[in-house]
């Protein structure tokens, strides 16, 4: 009877499960297709990373712990950062992914795809599912040792075909994100000339918070009549509205708020001194 039961378990999935799997599986596949829809390389990474925690939550339900710490902690918190981290100091924008560096490289990329999926499907196919032995059985010696031994004798060649593509998705990547140089880069002295012929700023920027009340980023540096200066702040800032005000108008306030709090300040050291003249009158 107990044998029946644990068999009719294992292929019997609760309410809980079905919800989780519909749920997640659903988010996952539309970061997977975000991955590659997405016009930013950056958020392509992003959509990435989400798919593989979520990835990772499959496994842990599953029972396979090991795999999953491994595809937090290696493939999200290590791999996948590692591209997120060089995509954004490289800078890749949707306007560099339109420049092809290699020739037919989207029907290469096509073909290849074409061919995994029909292997892919193919494998699926010819899979059979006769015997089904559960968790229970599966992690009877543990989960790491289990799986080390699929790994190293009956999936060998199919785990070094896979690190292979690792390290091919990892140089792909640098390919990706290099851009190619086609012209020599300006000197100084050319920068200089081009400046002068464009009639724009000659001398260097001032810096930041010069003649103001300190030297912030976001804070305009004062001329000497006064006036802010908008080339003392980053274009960046002045197109997010993150600049801060140090207009005349906003020092004389702060200087009105300084006075007020000087004033508040003397009124407090007076106060206790004419209470102790009052005390020894009073004695």
């Known amino acids: 009877m107990s044998a029946q039961f644990t068999a009719a378990a294992a292929y ?38 989400g798919t593989m925690i979520i990835l990772a939550v499959f496994y842990l339900a599953n029972g396979a712990y090991f795999l999953g710490v491994v595809q937090i902690v290696v493939y999200t918190g290590a791999i996948m950062m590692l591209f997120l981290f060089v995509v954004m100091l490289v800078g890749v924008t949707a306007a560099d992914s339109l420049t092809e560096t290699i020739k037919g490289q989207r ?7 074409l061919g995994f999926g029909i292997l892919l499907v193919a494998g699926i196919g010819n899979a059979s599912l006769n015997q089904f032995d559960g968790l229970s059985t599966a992690n009877a010696n ?76 976001d804070v305009q540096g004062l001329l000497p009549d006064g006036t802010p200066s908008e080339l003392t702040v980053s274009k960046t800032l002045r197109d997010r509205g993150q ?11 702060l200087r009105a708020l300084e006075q007020r709090a000087e004033e508040r300040l003397e009124r407090t050291e007076i106060a206790p001194a004419n209470l102790k003249r009052t005390e020894e009158a009073s004695k």
């Open 12 to 49: 019997s999935t609760s309410t809980g499960e079905a919800f989780q799997f519909w749920v997640l599986g659903t988010v996952a596949v539309i970061g997977a297709l975000s991955t590659i829809l997405m016009k930013r390389a950056v958020h392509s990474a992003l959509s990435l990373a």
């Open 107 to 113: 029907w290469l990329a096509l073909l290849c795809g």
């Open 142 to 217: 543990g989960n790491v040792q289990g799986l080390a031994a699929l790994i190293f004798t009956k999936y060998v060649f199919a785990f070094e075909i896979t690190g292979a593509l690792l390290i091919t998705a990892a140089v792909g990547a640098m390919v990706l994100t290099h851009r190619e140089r086609t012209e020599r880069p300006k000197t100084q002295r050319e920068l200089s000339e081009r400046r002068v012929r464009e009639g724009k700023h000659v001398p260097p920027l001032p810096a930041p918070g010069v003649y103001a009340r300190h030297n912030a980023v």
């Open 243 to 253: 600049i801060r005000d140090v207009s005349s108008e906003a020092l004389n306030d």
